[in-house]
């Protein structure tokens, strides 16, 4: 076990993928769950408050974190147990490798059930944190359980399916269990048949684009995936941004219906107790997309990503997303929410 150290001071630029230049005033990493252990034992590290880092891809950071950091790179992929009854294995991710990185190492040992999540930026640690989704897919339609690290206690703890309470981008750990725990690996149960998931969005057309007509396989499924994701997202390595800066807001049947008669284009999608609403369309039609004011604005072909586009300060993309929160309220009477965690 290395022994962990602590710096001082840390530029977190490179850390997150706004951009920002926030610093951390301590900054630790840890490769095994012992190094966590140790390092939540140093006094230092017990005063002061912690902030778990991944990749930096759902954060926002409008001022300098005066706690500690602690950069998650546990690393480690195996498949941990065959059943040949029911056709899957399990596959135990170490909490710091990179979601994508699962991704194609399940496509490799011939697994299905994650590929709509391709290129899905971030940790595999951080995932079950808002149970990430995209393209018809969920983590949690394959997650078997996780275990995390009590940050009192040091006491790791494993949580199935259930005890993560996963809703729409949310888990217990945003939840009630907020700062109390640290992921250090997911096990997730894959398929060995593939049932492949192409009728939502452009896969199936995309397909057809690439000459796969039928019969595609969980890797090229993946493929259309990843060339849809790069024409419609902008890349952090180029614009800083986290993704979808808002969440797709749920309106009851009454509101929905009543909003449509105002707006017969609102698209919707029935969700249980109601209709979900594209946060992109609601902003868009607020008069937001492509909005620039200097080095930050909304993204011109995609309203749901506030951007980064140099030295823009975390507090001034806050302050946008509240204008636009704003706006909407204003226009449709309908309450957006940050899918982003704001520090
Ligand atoms: C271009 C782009 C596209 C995206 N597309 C999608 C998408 O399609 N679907 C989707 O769901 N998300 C998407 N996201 C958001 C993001 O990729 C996910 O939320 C991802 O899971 C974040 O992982 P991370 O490691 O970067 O987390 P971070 O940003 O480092 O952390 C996010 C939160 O999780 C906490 N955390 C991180 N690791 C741990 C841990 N091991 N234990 C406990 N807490 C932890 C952090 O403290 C923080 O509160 C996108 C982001 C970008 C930039």
Not at 28 to 47: K, T, W
Not at 145 to 152: D, G, H, Q, V
Not at 242 to 263: I, T, W
Not at 291 to 310: C, K, P, S, T
């Amino acid at each position: 076990m290395r022994t962990p150290t602590l710096e001082t001071n840390v530029s977190l630029r490179s850390y997150n993928t706004f951009g920002i230049d926030a610093h951390a005033r301590l900054f630790a990493r840890f490769a095994s769950a012992e190094e966590l252990r140790a390092l939540l034992q140093l006094p230092d590290v017990q005063q002061a408050e912690k902030l778990i880092l991944g990749g930096g891809s759902n954060l926002l950071f409008t001022k300098d974190f005066e706690g500690v950091v602690l950069k998650n790179e546990i690393r480690g992929l195996e498949i941990t147990e065959e059943d040949t009854a029911s056709g899957t294995a399990l596959v135990r991710a170490g909490a710091g490798e990179s979601w994508h990185g699962l991704v194609q190492f399940a496509l490799d040992q011939d697994l299905s059930g994650i590929e709509n999540l391709s290129l899905i930026p971030g940790t595999v640690g951080a995932a079950p944190l808002q149970n990430i989704g995209a393209y018809g897919a969920e983590l949690q339609d394959t997650f078997e359980y996780l275990e995390a690290m009590e940050i009192s206690t040091g006491a790791v703890r494993t949580f199935d399916r259930a005890a993560c309470g996963f809703g729409y981008r949310e888990s217990v750990f945003k939840g009630p269990l907020k700062n109390q725990f640290i992921v250090t690996s997911v096990v997730f149960r894959l398929l060995r048949e593939a049932r492949l998931n192409v009728s939502y969005g452009a896969i199936a057309t995309t397909l057809q684009d690439m000459g796969i007509d039928t019969d595609p396989t969980p890797r090229q499924v993946s493929e259309a995936i990843i060339s849809i994701r790069r024409s419609k997202l902008p890349d952090p390595a180029e614009i800083g941004n986290a993704g979808s800066f808002f969440k797709n807001p749920e309106l009851s049947q009454h509101k929905y219906d009543e909003l449509k008669v105002a707006y017969p284009d609102l698209p919707g999608y029935p969700v249980p107790g109601g209709v979900k609403v594209p946060a992109a369309w609601l902003i868009e039609h607020s008069g937001w997309k492509g909005h620039r004011r200097g080095d930050y604005g909304v993204h011109d072909r995609q309203a749901l990503v506030l951007v980064n586009h140099g030295a823009a300060r975390g507090a001034d993309i806050q302050a946008l997303a509240y204008e636009i929160i704003a706006s909407v309220r204003a226009k449709f009477g309908v309450e957006l929410h940050p899918e982003v965690n704001i520090m």
